[in-house]
């Protein structure tokens, strides 16, 4: 159909732990796994996200923490069980993510809450870009 890339929007929240170690159901990742090698096999880039996690992900004060722990935590458990794979897989920390009902909204203007979302990805790639350091290494 002339696509290169598949974008597979994941809520993982009903599939991981709400207490610490955060742990995703190891059935989840291998159904994911399947989308992901099904788009390989036809020679394509994947990118898989978080999407429609705000549930869990609170970009206010007395949850910041808590939200951190367990991104990080999805995303350690996610780039572990990718390691074997190259860089046709793209990994997108948070896809589309906004502090509901407040009128900035889609703009970020004047909201405190947009330096928690940047924390956010902060945690998320923090944990992600030494797996791809050893990837590469591994690879080079």
Known sequence: MGF???RI????????GEIDPYAIDFYYLTEIKRAVDFSFQNKM???ID?????NWIKSM?????????R????WTQTANFFQDYNDSLIFETLNEFRIKGITEEWSGEKSESRGYINDFHKAAVGVISPWAEITKRGTS
């Open 9 to 16: 929007p994941i809520t993982w929240g009903p599939n991981q």
């Open 71 to 74: 991104l990080s935590s999805l």
């Open 61 to 69: 004060t007395s949850e910041i923490q808590e939200s951190a722990d």
């Open 45 to 47: 880039y994947v990118i």
């Open 4 to 6: 290169s890339t598949l």
């Open 50 to 54: 978080v999407h429609h996690d705000n």
